[in-house]
């Protein structure tokens, strides 16, 4: 077996940061999950892995959920799911979201298939968003600390949309934790 020199190992690892450190730091990035705001759909300690450049690239779509740095703590990351686009105007009212924009001047109720629980009660609001500014809501409702006590999410705030959730550090740590408590 021949042993591989110090050049070409140099050139290896050389190779392997020119292609690894531009996908890490400029199109993907790992997350964790930290908190209840977006349970049962995200659980603390859910691993994930978000797209940098889709948000560059593309437009965030209602529905999608994001990883973010609100303007009320700039040191942390958010995650919370996109509710109300630029230029909409959005209506809160108990456990219903009214939508109104220009494809739907008369407005349309929200189908939130992603809720399981749909037993909470929201304070009645009403927002009208600006251009480049999200509307963010945790689908844990009763547990998020969202744009409804901060209000809506300027767009430059955004890092990435989530593309991909593994759990199974989740549920080893659940496991690790419960054998604990035995």
């Given at each position: 077996?021949?042993?591989?020199?110090?050049?070409?190992?140099?050139?290896?690892?050389?190779?392997?940061?020119?292609?690894?450190?531009?996908?890490?730091?400029?199109?993907?990035?790992?997350?964790?999950?930290?908190?209840?705001?977006?349970?049962?759909?995200?659980?603390?300690?859910?691993?994930?892995?978000?797209?940098?450049?889709?948000?560059?690239?593309?437009?965030?779509?209602?529905?999608?959920?994001?990883?973010?740095?609100?303007?009320?703590?700039?040191?942390?990351y958010y995650i919370k799911r996109v509710i109300g686009l630029p230029n909409e105007k959005i209506h809160l009212k108990g456990n219903e979201i009214y939508i109104y924009n220009k494809e739907h001047p008369e407005g349309f109720k929200l189908e939130e298939?992603?809720?399981?629980?749909?037993?909470?009660?929201?304070?009645?609001?009403?927002?009208?968003?600006?251009?480049?500014?999200?509307?963010?809501?945790?689908?844990?409702?009763?547990?998020?600390?969202?744009?409804?006590?901060?209000?809506?999410?300027?767009?430059?705030?955004?890092?990435?949309?989530?593309?991909?959730?593994?759990?199974?550090?989740?549920?080893?740590?659940?496991?690790?934790?419960?054998?604990?408590?035995?």
């Amino acid at each position: 077996m021949k042993k591989l020199s110090f050049l070409e190992n140099l050139e290896f690892i050389l190779i392997f940061l020119a292609i690894f450190l531009p996908v890490r730091f400029f199109i993907f990035e790992p997350f964790v999950v930290i908190g209840e705001s977006m349970e049962p759909n995200f659980h603390s300690a859910d691993y994930l892995i978000i797209c940098k450049i889709c948000i560059k690239l593309g437009r965030v779509n209602r529905g999608d959920v994001i990883i973010f740095r609100p303007a009320v703590d700039e040191s942390k990351y958010y995650i919370k799911r996109v509710i109300g686009l630029p230029n909409e105007k959005i209506h809160l009212k108990g456990n219903e979201i009214y939508i109104y924009n220009k494809e739907h001047p008369e407005g349309f109720k929200l189908e939130e298939n992603y809720l399981t629980d749909k037993n909470f009660y929201m304070e009645e609001q009403i927002f009208e968003l600006k251009d480049n500014e999200y509307l963010v809501l945790g689908d844990n409702r009763e547990e998020s600390y969202d744009s409804r006590k901060w209000g809506p999410l300027d767009g430059n705030r955004i890092i990435g949309k989530v593309i991909l959730r593994v759990n199974f550090l989740s549920r080893l740590i659940k496991v690790i934790h419960f054998n604990k408590t035995l």
